[in-house]
């Protein structure tokens, strides 16, 4: 494993190479695909079954991530609550949505699958409660 | 002092394994369940585990790890089974006391019919990998951190360096980096990645956090606080090569260099210790050498799925309870495996035939070699091979699950003086 892993290099137009990581399941198949300049398919290899191709569609076209953290509590047992996007959101939004998240301070009690953040920059991101934060 | 034999079973620590015992032991109804925690809440280290990648097994869902742990905590809550927070166990005998104390009830003896130990396990310390440099302040257990910045909301540094890449040093650097802080880098001793590939990709690379593999720390530099690391790289004996040396400045040094079973209690009630996985030997019904005392979880050995934890905490509770109503006399039949060549160690160690058909028989075996081709497990009597099946890989931070069927059941059965050999082919 290296830094080369998921270089995503090439100019539209080109055929390029990728190497990706399947994160389907704990085996994480190591995938090499040449895509061509509008980023479909060409050859892939590496992969053991065909969740690892959709995977390297989704991943070539729109990769998602889930994002845990955490934000602030008031009045609470604890100083702070779990949360988490319980669907998947495009990866280029993680560093945004954790800085917002940071600011973020909420009254207790708080219980678990409560809405935190909800249609986040109007993009239909919802932030949940993993925990539970009893008021005291 | 007279004893309180209120209690069928008691479970020593609520973590995911206690948890799981606790209500499996309660399920039929009558037996009557006792489970003490030392924490003044439910769930181990569950709640500061605020990451998904729990559930898979046991919800069929990825949920994170503090609402895996609020499910098993609220299927206690409404089972009536009676809660002991804030109590300490001191003592365990082979006669079944427990010896218990907290602010309330203060000190207690306990004389239960059956006893799971769940107590989970602890961090290998600074001093237990022998870490050479200043003793400043700025040197914690990833896992130390882990609760400072889940559970109390306190950030202790500014700029972190890791050491190690189990999964835990990997899901620390991306969640220091989510709450604003600078991760240097993860250093890895090995040549190879420890934990598991999908942190790899979704803890480091996504947040463009370097790995440096067949790299440690040769020095921690300070005086009052830490202010650098001397690097080093190693060969592949793993010792250091002399002119290798880098600096790193930063504050803080996360070591993420293990997990050791907590088994003070397991000795003093004189069950008897794997020294492969630092735990209790068990069999397949979670039993450990001493009669009517059982143990599951990290207790017994290092997990990477808390789902298995969970499932092995389960069995652990049926038999408790199947043992504090039936009083057996006498020892199950069993066949001892010993781990072979490719195994680090193996769970359980003595697989038994006279478990419920229901029981799933999991044979767990950690593999010590790292290969990234199909493998074949074979469980062996000498040369004779009397059960095997595939894996799609051997490696180290992946425990390999294989349910034993019934014909391998009886094959092992069979096993001169009573013994075989789990090996990785």
Known sequence: MNDRLNDRRGAPGTSRLERIICLRCPRGCEITTSLDGYGAILEIEGNVCRLGRQYVEQEVHNPTRILPTSVRVRNGRYPLVPVWTPRPIPKQYLRDLARSTRSVELEAPINVGQIVISNWQGLGIDVVASGEVERV | ?425
């Open chain 2, 1 to 425: 002092m007279q004893a309180d034999t209120r209690y069928d079973v008691i479970v020593i620590g609520g973590g995911p394994a206690g948890l799981a015992a606790a209500l499996e032991a309660h399920a039929d109804g009558q037996t009557r369940v006792l489970l003490v925690e030392r924490n003044d809440t439910l769930g181990g280290i569950l709640p500061q585990c605020i990451h998904n990648g729990f559930g898979a097994v046991v919800f069929n869902q990825d949920l994170p790890g503090s609402e895996y742990a609020w499910r098993y905590r609220t299927m206690v809550e409404q089972s009536g089974i009676d809660v002991l927070l804030d109590t300490m166990v001191l003592d365990v005998t082979a006669e079944l006391d427990v010896y218990a104390m907290n602010d309330r009830d203060g000190y207690m003896r306990l004389r239960p019919r059956a006893i799971v130990l769940a107590m989970g396990c602890r961090e290998r310390t600074r001093a237990q990998i022998r870490l050479p440099g200043s003793r400043c302040a700025g040197v914690f257990g990833a896992g130390t951190v882990q609760r400072l910045v889940n559970i109390e909301g306190y950030m202790p540094g500014r700029r972190f360096l890791i050491l190690g890449s189990g999964d835990i040093g990997m899901i620390m650097a991306r969640r220091l980096t989510i709450e604003g802080a600078e991760v240097i880098g993860v250093l890895e001793l090995l040549p190879f990645l420890t934990g598991l590939r999908r942190n790899y990709v979704q803890c480091l690379q996504d947040w463009g956090i370097p790995l440096y593999l067949s790299t440690t720390v040769n020095r921690v530099i300070g005086g009052r606080r830490l202010e650098a690391v001397e690097t080093i790289r190693v060969g592949d004996d793993l010792q250091p090569i002399p002119g290798t040396e880098g600096l790193v400045e930063c504050d803080t040094l996360l070591l993420s260099v293990g997990l050791i079973p907590e088994n003070e209690l397991s000795r003093k009630a004189g069950v008897t210790l794997d020294p492969r996985t630092g735990g209790p030997v068990v069999d397949s019904a979670m039993s450990t050498t001493v009669a009517g005392i059982f143990a599951a979880g990290n207790v017994t050995s290092i997990y990477d799925l808390v789902d298995y934890v969970s499932k092995a905490g389960a069995v652990a509770g049926r038999s408790a309870a199947r043992y504090a109503r039936e009083r057996p006399d006498g020892r199950a039949e069993t066949v001892t495996v010993a781990a072979g060549k490719n195994v680090a160690s193996v769970i359980p160690q003595r697989i038994r035939f006279d478990t419920p058909v229901s029981e799933e028989n999991l044979l767990m075996l950690r593999p010590s070699a790292l290969m990234e081709h199909s493998v074949q497990v074979e469980l062996r009597a000498g040369s004779r091979v009397l059960a095997s099946f595939r894996g799609n890989y051997s490696r180290p931070a992946e425990m390999m699950i294989h349910r034993l069927k019934p014909q391998q059941l009886r094959a092992l059965k069979s096993a001169p003086r009573r013994e075989i050999t789990a090996e990785i082919q």
